[in-house]
C-alpha cells in the first residue's frame, strides 16, 4: 500500500501518539520498529481499545501494550498468496519484511480487496426537534444543517457508503419532508434509503420497532443523526461479530476534573488530600449495533431510549462495549456545532 510509512512508531512512542497515527493513517495499525527498522512489534485498533478499558494512561509507552509476535510476510510472496493467507488466519493488515527482519511495507485486506459490500442496515436516527440550536433549527430539521459544505447527515450516509454500506433507513418526525426531499430514495448515490416516519417521537430506541419485517437476518448499526466521527464502521461491525453479544453500545471516555483538592476524612480525622483528582468515564457515544433478535423486541408504540432498552438486556444477554479512541462531536448545542464546522476542514 501507498504511504505505509505513516504507519510506524518506535518502542517509546505514548499510546496517544500511536491513537493520531491510528486516525490519521487511515489503516488501523501502527508498527513498531527499533531504531534500525527491525519489526518489533505491531498495535492494532483492538489493542488500543482493551488499552483504554483497563485503564492504561495514554501517556504510556506503546511497547507496553503492542504485539511482540505479529504474523509477518516476507517480500517474496505474491498478492495472490498474500491474500488467500490473510483470508484463512482473518486478519486485516500484514507487515513485510526481509530477510533481516527490516520492515518494507504493508499490506492490508482493504486494499486487496478494493470494493467490499455490506447488506446490513444502517438506521439514522433524524426525528429530534433540535431545540438547543435554535434559532437555526426553527425552519430546518438539525439532520440538514450544514457542517462545511454538506448537512451533517448527508457526511455520516457517505461516510457509510465509503465503508460499503448500501442499505440506509431513516427515522424522521420534524420537518420530515424536507429530509425525505433532499435524500429521496439514495439513488443519487446509488444506495437504497427507506424512511421509518415518527407520528410522535419514539426515542432512540422506539422507532427500531416500525421497520419493516422482511429486514436481512442480519445485524443492524444505529446512530444519532447528528454525530461527526472518524468511527470505523468496518471494525465496529467486525468486532460485534467476533464478540457474539446480542448488541453492542460504542463508548467514549470522558473526564471530570475536581477543581479542588479532595479530603478524606475519617472521624473527624483528615487522612488524605488529593490535589484536584481527574475522574474518567465511560459515557454512551449514540452508535449501537443490535442483532435483529434485538430488533423484533421492540413494538414501535411506546417511546423508550436506547439506554434503558438495553440496561433491561444486560441481565438476559451479552451486551459489549466498543471504546472510541477517534474524533467524535455530539453537535448538541451551538458551540458544538461551530466546532463541527471548524472540525470538517481537517476530515
Known sequence: MQNWTKTIVNLESSIKNVIEILEYSGVRIALVVSDDSILEGTITDGDVRRALINGISLESSASKIMNINPIFADTSISKEKLLLQMKQQDILHMPIVNNNGELCGLETLQHLIKNPSY????????GGLGTRL????????KPLLNVGSKPILEIIIEQFISAGFHNFFISTNFKSEMIKEYFGDG??????????SEDEPLGTAGALGLLPDNLPNLPIIIMNGD??????????????????GIATMCVREYGHQVPYGVVEIEENQIKKIIEKPLHKFFVNAGIYVLDLDLIKKINGKLRIDMPDFLLK???????????????????????????????????
Open 134 to 141: 435554535q434559532p437555526l433549527t426553527l425552519n430546518k430539521p
Open 187 to 196: 439513488s443519487f448515490w446509488n444506495v437504497n434509503i427507506q424512511y421509518v
Open 227 to 244: 454525530i461527526l466521527t472518524k468511527v470505523d464502521f468496518q471494525l465496529l461491525l467486525r468486532f460485534h461479530n467476533e464478540h457474539e
Open 313 to 347: 438486556q444486560i441481565d438476559k444477554s451479552s451486551i459489549n462495549a466498543f471504546p472510541i479512541h477517534e474524533y467524535w462531536l455530539d453537535i448538541g448545542h451551538m458551540n458544538e456545532y461551530q466546532q463541527a464546522n471548524q472540525d470538517i476542514l481537517n476530515f
Open 119 to 126: 447488506d446490513n442496515p444502517i438506521f439514522l436516527m433524524a
